[in-house]
C-alpha cells in the first residue's frame, strides 16, 4: 500500500481529534498545584523544577535578591541519610548558627537562590531538589556521618526561614 503525504496528514489529523479524559486517584504532590499550601506564579523554568512544600506559612517579608536570608536547613538523601543540619553542626549541646547567604547570589545552594524567593520569613518548607540544583557531580563528604555523598543524588532539604528580606548593609570595621 503507497502512503501520500496527504492520506498520512488526514489520519493524524482524524486520530488527534479525539480527546482522552485522564483521571488519578492520587493524594496531590509537591510538584504540582494542588499540593499542600503549594503556589507557584512563577513561569521561570529551573523553579519549575523544584519540588516546594510549604509545612508551615509564615508572616514575615519574603525572601527577594539580593537581600539577605537568615535560615536554618538540613539536608536528606533519598534513602533517608542526613547529609547536613545546621542545628546539629556544632555537635551535641554547643550552641547552633543558622546560615545567612545574599539570595540568588550563589553563595550556597542553586536550589536556594531559586526557591526562596518563593517563601517569606516564618516559612517552614521542604525542597525537593535534583542534582545538579544541589550537590551535582561533585565527590563531597557529609559533614555529620562522614559518608561520600553518592554523585547526582536529588537532595531533599527541610528549610526553616527566620529572616527575609533584610537589605545587605555595610559591617563596622
Sequence with gaps: MKYTKSSVLAALFASSATAIKQTTSAGPDIFGPNGENYENNDPNYDLSRIGISITEKGKGAGCTA????TFHWKSIL???REIENTKERFGEGQ????????VGSRQSFHCFDLAFPSLKAGDKATLKCPAYYAYGG???????????????????????MLECGEAPHAQPL
Design 95 to 102: 550552641i547552633t548558627r543558622p546560615d545567612t547567604i545574599t
Design 138 to 160: 561533585a565527590h563531597t563528604i557529609s559533614p555529620l556521618s562522614d559518608f561520600t555523598i553518592p554523585l547526582n543524588s536529588d537532595v531533599t532539604f527541610e528549610v526553616e
Design 66 to 69: 539580593p537581600n539577605w536570608a
Design 78 to 80: 533519598g534513602d533517608g
